[in-house]
């Protein structure tokens, strides 16, 4: 059973820097894509990134290039999302991704607010 758990979201100020963790379970996140998504509120949906495997290419939209880095560590089945220089319109539940047997595996979200 893939399971996806995302932790580290909070409050923030503009230009400050949070990191998001997704633990997954089920799976290697050494041998498959992994992906953040978010979704801020009234909006659909939306790509932030995703890392590759096994040569860890990364992809970034252009909103979040240069200030958001995906990495990922393979002894704790663990992929982060560092954000940095976050903006208000930062603000969004932020999810990560997989697709595996045929199916998108989604955790449950994290919170960010970016606010003064």
């Known amino acids: 059973q893939v399971q996806l758990v995302e932790s580290g979201g909070g409050l923030v100020q503009p230009g400050g820097s949070l990191r998001l963790s997704c633990a997954a379970s089920?799976?290697?996140?050494?041998?498959?894509?992994m992906y953040w998504y978010r979704q801020a509120p009234g909006k659909e949906r939306e790509f932030v990134s995703w890392?590759?495997?096994?040569?860890?290419?990364?992809n970034y939209a252009n909103s979040v290039k240069g200030r958001f880095t995906i990495s990922r560590d393979n002894a704790r089945n663990t992929v982060y999302l560092q954000m940095n220089s976050l903006k208000s319109e930062d603000t969004a539940v932020y999810y990560c991704?997989?697709?595996?047997?045929?199916?998108?595996?989604w955790g449950q979200g994290t919170q960010v607010t970016v606010s003064s």
């Open positions: 089920g799976l290697l996140v050494s041998s498959t894509v």
């Open positions: 890392i590759s495997s096994p040569s860890g290419l990364t």
């Open positions: 991704m997989v697709q595996k047997f045929g199916a998108a595996y």
